[in-house]
């Protein structure tokens, strides 16, 4: 299974994207879901995660303005982001952990571009 992660593209600061990651196939027993990212020259943090139970878990940068959620129908993640800033800039990543022993599967990244 390969993760198609598409939505990203060129915003104003303040504006809004919508992210999804869709799987290729059906992944079972899956124990989370994540969004990163990484900016040219850092490394890659974590943005957000939603669990198995539905719990969420921001980081504080975007505590308020992005929403991570999961279409329990065909496993599609997403993130909403609102009032973007020019920080918020980088290549945006889904991460999924699945089964016993949390084997993750990666999705090559979407930019995200936010100018001042």
């Known amino acids: 299974v390969q993760l198609q992660a598409f939505g990203g593209g060129l915003v104003q600061a303040g504006g809004s994207l919508r992210l999804s990651c869709v799987p290729s196939?059906?992944?079972?027993?899956?124990?989370?879901m994540s969004w990163y990212r990484q900016a040219p020259g850092k490394q890659r943090e974590l943005v957000a995660q939603?669990?198995?139970?539905?719990?969420?878990r921001y980081a504080e940068f975007v505590q308020g303005r992005f929403t991570i959620s999961r279409d329990n129908a065909d496993d599609t993640l997403n993130l909403q982001m609102n009032n973007l800033k020019p920080e918020d800039t980088g290549a945006y990543l889904c991460?999924?952990?699945?089964?016993?022993?949390?084997?993750?599967?990666w999705g090559e990244g979407t930019l995200v571009t936010v100018s001042s």
């Open positions: 991460e999924v952990q699945s089964g016993r022993f949390n084997r993750a599967i």
């Open positions: 939603i669990t198995s139970g539905g719990r969420k």
């Open positions: 196939g059906k992944i079972f027993n899956i124990n989370l």
